[in-house]
């Protein structure tokens, strides 16, 4: 009896990956997953950790500013610092910070009664952390595919993260009620130590030497003309600092106090941002083939939408109402999101690309805090149903003037050169927020 035939050697259509998938894109969705399942149980078991030794609301608000503030203080530092040093070194330093500051929060609510300073500390590293990784983290994405691929890598990233997202505050929640909110904490900081240590491994034997430059504030100079001198960046980052702003207001605090008074608890608001959620995971399979060729313009398009959520608490809507905008907006932002980093990744040239990132960032998150430490303030001027449609408007007119700038509309997708702008991702030796936050990109 003849011996059965060998097996066929293992090609590339055999891999499980796709080819253009290589080792850094793998590591870097790998650790962002990790990350991310980490980091959404946790933002909502500070704020338990905080109401559980006797906190109020405005406790709660404070220790969310308290992470927030260093994020806007710190990016443009942070994004001329990556394009100076290897950004997997900024990645992981950052990383190291998250994971320590993380593990000292888990210590304080596991062993005792934290005191609200401390945790406003504790909380303000990982958002100076996050300050130092967000740039780094898009400039090495960018980094890791090539422009032929560019759309179907950064659809199927963002999927993945708001996937683990999504799966992250639902089993947080469930710890948090079975074994605390201090165990949450203590994942989370591990969490922060194996995508560290999957980021250390990140290959930049492709990446050119950076040339020294004239220093730290000559390098933001040179970030703020590649800014400035792009109507279509500048634009788009103004109005996102509206509509970050307003939106993360009407979510923040607007929707919590709807779902109380009017939907009968906190369930039904879950489950509305549960929806959301699910959208951003259609919106990204979507992108995944689909490829527009007016990039800009379809994806603002797709910005008008965020006013459906501020839109629905003012009516406001049955639950199943606010769920179906939810998952509206949810899919449309994420092919807003896809759109605007693939324009990035063909419009700004790599070694400037972190310090670009960064004022794209800085600007985005600029007037969050704001927004938020005055949403209250503004309900009681005007009250909560005028406030939310407000919101709505903002989001609409913001929208609408970015269309009447000519490179946005006009702003059209290229065909891939014959090389890649960095370096072809399949024949290369094989990032969303770590803490939180919010960006065009």
Known sequence: MSSPPAAPPRTTAHRRRPAWAGRNYTLLTGAAVVTNLGSH????????????????????????????????LFLLIGGALADRMPRHRVMVAANALNCVSQAAFAVLVLTGQPQLWQMMLLTALCGTGQAFFNPAAEGMLLSSVSAEHANRAFALFRMAMNGAGIGGAALGGAMIAAIGPGWVLAVDAAAFAVAGAMRAFLDVGHVADRAPGGGLLADLREGWVEFRTRPWLWSIVLQFSVVVAVVGAAEAVYGPLVARDQLGGPAPWGLALGFFGIGTIAGAVLMMVWKPRRLLLVGTLCVFPLALPSAGLAVPLPVWGLCAVMFVSGTAIEVFGVNWMTTMHQEIPEEKFSRVSAYDWFGSVSMLPLATAVAGPVESAFGRTSALWGCAALVVLGTAAVLFVPDVRRMTRRPAPAKAAVFPAAAAPDPATECSGVSPG
């Open 41 to 72: 149980g946790a933002l909502i078991a500070s704020a338990f950790a905080v109401l559980e030794t006797g906190g109020s609301g405005g406790d709660v608000g404070l220790v969310a500013a308290a992470r927030t503030l260093p994020l806007v």
